[in-house]
């Protein structure tokens, strides 16, 4: 009798660990419902998604108004399903309302800044749906715009634009409007990527930037459901400024974010490469081709007219120069401006001395930037707790065929994989 009740009460007990739900979190605003995982991950997870909903309506100057909840699934990695993807947001009707599900796969290799998009998303998504309850099962929805996306998450406090700067600045003529809205960030390349950031960025603060911009953007995202398939027309319905030729403040938008790059310090090396190109002086005579001689060179014979506009022009690109180069080489700069400008009225003497010693700092100045830098890996690679963050994007770029490449399904296969899972 004892045993029988026993395997009762097992029975029991089973039943109800099959039925307990799985535990779960809930962020301040209770809009966010994390399960899965151990409590501190659903915690840093949730105070992620709080943070990215701050940042989001801080640029549009909006409430917290919310209606749909966002259910956030973190599920382990596992070995022998690995076509499953890092993270997929589910959009769907039901018989109580919407509902919005993102089901995140946690491995070895979790990356924030992907669970924060895919965060951002979610959180567009139910502000683009929040005031269509009554969607009919079925129906296709409206995915916030790549440039919203990507433009929202370099708006965010914080954050390193000069990648976006440094792209910009590479470019010889920007991309027109019309054909950098029908982009999509996910089929192009690194490059590509970084480049399409700093365009979204670009245009998400001409938009904030014009009159009632903040709440325009915010009446954009909440008729994207009702969106066309002309994704400039509808940003000109919302935004005057775009009304016109588009094309003229979304020029000027582009320059005047590429032209802060000339206001920010160059590393050393990168002072180094520019003084290197600005030290070779560009020669124009008539009917011949122009060539480029060394600043010593000029030293050597008395310098003709051209040479003299040649040197004046070196002598005003070094003065502009001094002002961007790193602190260090600012004094060696300054002294080849100086003697530029006594090259061009003609005068020579003592110059030759000059140069030689400069050439000596430059080369001291090298190698002992090289020691400092050696220093600084072997540092980070030894004594450092936490890594700088600076070869972040080259590991992933290492690791992506890996991960992209298919994996075979055999059982041998299999076995080898969850070894090397678990080392």
Same mark, same amino acid.
Request: glycine share 4%; hydrophobic share 40%; charged share 25%.
């Given at each position: 009798?004892?045993?029988?009740?026993?395997?009762?009460?097992?029975?029991?007990?089973?039943?109800?660990?099959?039925?307990?739900?799985?535990?779960?979190?809930?962020?301040?605003?209770?809009?966010?419902?994390?399960?899965?995982?151990?409590?501190?991950?659903?915690?840093?997870?949730?105070?992620?998604?709080?943070?990215?909903?701050?940042?989001?309506?801080?640029?549009?100057?909006?409430?917290?108004?919310?209606?749909?909840?966002?259910?956030?699934?973190?599920?382990?990695?596992?070995?022998?399903?690995?076509?499953?993807?890092?993270?997929?947001?589910?959009?769907?009707?039901? =018989?109580?309302?919407?509902?919005?599900?993102?089901?995140?796969? &946690?491995?070895?290799?979790?990356?924030?800044?992907?669970? +924060?998009?895919? #965060?951002?998303?979610?959180?567009?998504?139910?502000?683009?749906?929040?005031?269509?309850?009554?969607? &009919?099962?079925?129906?296709?929805?409206?995915?916030?715009?790549?440039?919203?996306?990507? =433009?929202?998450?370099?708006?965010?406090?914080?954050?390193?634009?000069?990648?976006?700067?440094?792209?910009?600045?590479?470019?010889?003529?920007?991309?027109?409007? +019309?054909?950098?809205?029908?982009?999509?960030?996910?089929?192009?390349?690194?490059?590509?990527?970084?480049?399409?950031?700093?365009?979204?960025?670009?245009?998400?603060?001409?938009?904030?930037?014009?009159?009632?911009?903040?709440?325009?953007?915010?009446?954009?995202?909440?008729?994207?459901?009702?969106?066309?398939?002309?994704?400039?027309?509808?940003?000109?319905?919302?935004?005057?400024?775009?009304? =016109?030729?588009?094309?003229?403040?979304?020029?000027?938008?582009?320059?005047?974010?590429?032209?802060?790059?000339?206001? *920010?310090?160059?590393?050393?090396?990168?002072? +180094?490469?520019?003084?290197?190109?600005?030290?070779?002086?560009?020669?124009?005579?008539?009917?011949?081709?122009?060539?480029?001689?060394?600043?010593?060179?000029?030293?050597?014979?008395?310098?003709?007219?051209?040479?003299?506009?040649?040197?004046?022009? #070196?002598?005003?690109?070094?003065?502009?120069?001094?002002?961007?180069?790193?602190?260090?080489?600012?004094?060696?700069?300054?002294?080849? *401006?100086? &003697?530029?400008?006594?090259?061009?009225?003609?005068?020579?003497?003592?110059?030759?001395?000059?140069?030689?010693?400069?050439?000596?700092?430059?080369?001291?100045?090298?190698?002992?930037?090289?020691?400092?830098?050696?220093?600084?890996?072997?540092?980070?690679?030894?004594?450092?707790?936490?890594?700088?963050?600076?070869?972040?994007?080259?590991?992933?770029?290492?690791?992506?065929?890996?991960?992209?490449?298919?994996?075979?399904?055999?059982?041998?296969?299999?076995?080898?994989?969850?070894?090397?899972?678990?080392?």
């Amino acid at each position: 009798m004892r045993r029988a009740a026993i395997f009762t009460l097992s029975i029991f007990a089973w039943q109800s660990l099959q039925a307990a739900p799985p535990e779960r979190s809930v962020s301040p605003s209770r809009q966010f419902i994390i399960y899965g995982a151990d409590p501190a991950l659903r915690g840093a997870v949730s105070e992620l998604a709080e943070q990215t909903k701050a940042n989001l309506l801080a640029a549009l100057r909006q409430r917290d108004n919310w209606k749909t909840p966002v259910l956030v699934d973190l599920r382990p990695q596992q070995v022998n399903l690995p076509e499953i993807p890092l993270a997929a947001l589910r959009f769907s009707q039901t =018989g109580f309302g919407v509902k919005l599900q993102l089901d995140l796969t &946690i491995s070895q290799n979790f990356d924030p800044s992907l669970v +924060e998009r895919e #965060l951002l998303r979610a959180i567009l998504l139910e502000m683009i749906y929040r005031n269509e309850p009554h969607i &009919i099962p079925g129906t296709a929805y409206v995915e916030p715009p790549d440039w919203l996306v990507d =433009g929202l998450l370099a708006f965010a406090p914080g954050r390193d634009r000069r990648p976006l700067i440094q792209a910009l600045s590479t470019v010889d003529k920007a991309m027109p409007l +019309e054909e950098f809205l029908q982009q999509r960030s996910g089929l192009l390349d690194s490059t590509g990527r970084v480049l399409h950031r700093a365009y979204s960025f670009a245009l998400l603060q001409l938009l904030i930037d014009g009159t009632d911009g903040p709440a325009r953007l915010a009446r954009y995202i909440g008729n994207l459901s009702r969106a066309s398939n002309d994704p400039l027309a509808d940003l000109k319905a919302q935004f005057p400024l775009l009304a =016109g030729r588009a094309e003229e403040p979304w020029q000027l938008a582009i320059t005047r974010l590429s032209s802060l790059q000339r206001y *920010q310090l160059l590393t050393f090396a990168q002072s +180094e490469q520019r003084l290197d190109e600005l030290l070779r002086v560009k020669i124009s005579d008539a009917n011949k081709p122009a060539k480029l001689i060394r600043l010593n060179e000029l030293t050597q014979h008395k310098t003709s007219q051209n040479e003299k506009m040649a040197l004046s022009q #070196l002598s005003h690109d070094l003065l502009l120069f001094a002002v961007q180069a790193n602190p260090v080489l600012r004094p060696v700069v300054r002294e080849y *401006q100086q &003697i530029s400008t006594l090259l061009a009225r003609g005068r020579r003497s003592g110059i030759v001395k000059r140069l030689v010693r400069l050439d000596a700092i430059r080369e001291k100045l090298n190698a002992r930037m090289r020691d400092i830098d050696d220093y600084m890996n072997w540092f980070e690679a030894t004594q450092m707790k936490d890594g700088s963050g600076n070869f972040t994007d080259y590991l992933k770029t290492v690791d992506q065929p890996q991960l992209l490449a298919p994996r075979r399904r055999d059982p041998l296969s299999v076995y080898i994989d969850a070894v090397a899972n678990q080392f």
